[in-house]
């Protein structure tokens, strides 16, 4: 059973840093590249930064480029979104999925080039 749990989410004032992580579990992880999501309230799921399989590939929303890293660790079977100066406008539940990809090395930026979802971690930035 494939399984992706995020945790780190949580309650910050503009400026923090948060560090989010996902924790993938039932499927051979090195073959998979994985993508942060988020959806605001009222707003469609967009893409925030994703890496790819072999971690040597990110890709990142404009809004996030400069403030987001997306890292993984392929021992651990974990990903990670590292968000520094977050912003009001950064509150959302983000979510982290996973895709196979047969050849290369990339990333999607579409949510309907993953196959497995997480359930989503809530972050709130305040004033």
């Known amino acids: 059973q494939v399984q992706l749990v995020e945790s780190g989410g949580g309650l910050v004032q503009a400026g923090a840093s948060l560090r989010l992580s996902c924790a993938v579990s039932?499927?051979?992880?090195?073959?998979?590249?994985v993508g942060w999501f988020r959806q605001a309230t009222g707003k469609e799921r967009e893409f925030v930064g994703g890496i790819s399989r072999s971690g040597f590939v990110t890709r990142y929303v404009e809004s996030a480029k400069g403030r987001f890293t997306v890292s993984r660790d392929n021992a651990k079977d974990m990903v990670y979104l590292q968000m520094n100066s977050l912003k009001p406008e950064d509150t959302a539940v983000y979510y982290c999925?996973?895709?196979?990809?047969?050849?290369?090395?990339?990333?999607?930026?579409?949510?309907?080039?993953?196959?497995?979802w997480g359930q989503g971690t809530q972050v709130t930035v305040s004033l």
């Open positions: 039932g499927l051979t992880f090195s073959r998979y590249e």
């Open positions: 999925a996973a895709g196979l990809r047969l050849s290369g090395d990339d990333v999607s930026r579409r949510p309907e080039g993953f196959d497995y």
